[in-house]
């Protein structure tokens, strides 16, 4: 049998600009996002007995609260994958979760394109680096950035990735930072929904989206400068937790917090001087203990 295990790493959105409303019903989007060190672990083992009715591909996972089932997009990765090469074996996949899941952290695309990869390599390179980008691109709209091993720029629905200037790469890679997540989780397709209700007003311009990208990659100024998310306003319209806290951070430790994605995940960048555990007992004092924090880097 053959095997592999891949790392899934999360991701943050250092800029996340939606501009506009897609015919397709998708919304376009200029985003700057940056895998991190803290992720998930899929596992993938093939050519085991093939299953006498059913689907050929299993999932197995450590959190009882995903999805093992059709939802689950490690499986349906394993599926389009199979239907666009005709590599038939039985797979099944171990994930040990790490990454919250409604958390605007990208868990879920990211363990789908871990299955891409791990199916591409069991299955001998059946996939060109082209081919597995836009099957990548179908399976979701940020799912092409997980297939980048570094911080990477997002257009149109987030299938259109590429690298930012070196310079800019210089100054995410290897910053740190603190993830944090309150107990409660955000759908996606709700946030979308409601920025669409809230438009034209809640979009950036994709003029506006450009330039602001444009000043920051081009020039010197630290990620700090660069934070931006079109979601804040919606989403902190509804869930008041999230700017009580942010604005307690700015005020007391000098940060700034973001929402990543559409939430309910957040992040500060941090500095050699951040007083990283004061910081950590001012997110558990406000959200409790059910609440995640995790430190990570800029992959």
């Not at 789908?112 to 390179?125: F, K, M, Q, T, Y």
Request: net charge neutral; with cysteine.
């Amino acid at each position: 049998m053959a095997s592999v295990t891949i790392f899934s790493p999360a991701k943050i959105n250092l800029f996340l600009a939606v501009t506009g409303w897609r015919d397709d019903g998708y919304h376009e989007l200029v985003s700057v996002a940056a895998p991190l060190d803290f992720g998930d672990q899929l596992s993938a083992e093939a050519g085991g007995r093939r299953p006498a009715a059913g689907d050929r591909f299993s999932v197995e996972c450590n959190d009882p609260e995903v999805p093992v089932g059709e939802a689950n997009l490690v499986g349906r990765a394993a599926r389009m994958f199979a239907g666009r090469t005709g590599w038939d074996e039985p797979v099944h996949f171990q994930l040990a979760k790490r990454i919250p899941m409604s958390a605007g952290l990208g868990g879920g695309s990211s363990n789908a394109v871990a299955a891409l990869r791990a199916l591409n390599d069991i299955s001998g390179r059946r996939l060109a680096p082209d081919a597995l980008a836009d099957l990548a691109g179908r399976l979701g709209s940020d799912c092409a950035l997980f297939l980048r091993d570094g911080p990477a720029i997002m257009r149109g629905r987030g299938e259109r990735v590429e690298p930012p200037p070196a310079g800019a790469v210089r100054r995410l890679r290897g910053r740190r930072v603190l993830l944090f997540k309150p107990a409660f989780g955000i759908d996606t397709p709700w946030a979308y929904a409601r920025l669409a209700v809230q438009a034209p007003g809640s979009y950036l311009p994709a003029a506006e989206a450009e330039r602001r990208l444009a000043a920051w990659t081009e020039g010197d100024a630290p990620a700090e400068e660069l934070l931006f998310n079109s979601f804040e306003p919606v989403v902190f319209g509804k869930y008041l937790a999230l700017p009580a806290l942010m604005n307690q951070l700015r005020a007391e430790f000098g940060l700034a917090p973001l929402l990543s994605g559409s939430g309910s995940a957040g992040f500060v960048l941090l500095s050699p001087t951040t007083p990283v555990d004061d910081v950590i007992a001012r997110i558990r004092e406000a959200w409790g203990p059910a609440c995640f924090v995790q430190p990570a880097q800029i992959a």
